[in-house]
T-cell receptor, first 111, second 109 residues
């Protein structure tokens, strides 16, 4: 079974803090993705990576950055957390040719 | 740019009634289309993909390139089908995956 593991299920951070969300996959997938999931807005792509050290902006990259130093790990960074970044964050990985596999999600609350 | 539209936020049907969840997409090339499902308190998972042309849990979806649609259908809804359904499109040189806003299916007993 493919495993995509996000480091935290729940996080509470203060406004202005630097926040790291970690994601690890164990299937040697080339592609990894970060989405945020909000009611009524669905899943919106923040960033994705198609190889180590390679990244592409998604639809809502503002206020976020990413890091992929190893193939299995893809980190999402909130440089200075704000209350409008309170959301459910989903990580996914996929090989080039098939579907994406998702982590369990991290619910981030910024107070 | 690639875009996926799911016009219904909520679809309520009675048990045993037919179900159709709508999905339209825009992309100039040949995309790959998927339906994902998220049951309560579970992670998002693949339901089916257009390339497979298979039926999963009684659901089918046909890619209509002329209408740029990929509607999800099931002839007889069951209570366990109640969930959030997302249509997704995979395309482009980097195989970017774009999701729609989702439709919540509620099956009334």
């Amino acid at each position: 079974d493919v495993k995509v593991t996000q480091s935290s299920r729940y996080l509470v951070k203060r406004t202005g803090e630097k926040v790291f969300l970690e994601c690890v996959q164990d299937m040697d997938h080339e592609n990894m993705f970060w989405y945020r999931q909000d009611p009524g807005l669905g899943l919106r792509l923040i960033y994705f990576s198609y190889d180590v050290k390679m990244k592409e902006k998604g639809d809502i990259p503002e206020g976020y950055s990413v890091s992929r130093e190893k193939k299995e790990r893809f980190s999402l960074i909130l440089e200075s957390a704000s209350t409008n970044q309170t959301s459910m964050y989903l990580c996914a990985s996929s090989p080039v040719t098939t579907e994406a596999f998702f982590g369990q999600g991290t619910r981030l609350t910024v107070v | 740019a690639q875009r996926v539209t799911q016009p219904e936020k909520l679809l309520s049907v009675f048990k045993g009634a037919p179900v159709e969840l709508k999905c339209n997409y825009s992309y100039s090339g040949s995309p790959e289309l998927f339906w994902y499902v998220q049951y309560s308190r579970q992670r998002l998972q693949l339901l089916l993909r257009h390339i497979s042309r298979e039926s999963i849990k009684g659901f089918t979806a046909d890619l209509n390139k002329g209408e740029t649609s990929f509607h999800l259908k099931k002839p007889f809804a069951q209570e366990e089908d109640s969930a959030m359904y997302y249509c997704a499109l995979k395309a482009g040189g980097y195989q970017k995956v774009t999701f729609g806003t989702g439709t919540k299916l509620q099956v009334i007993p």
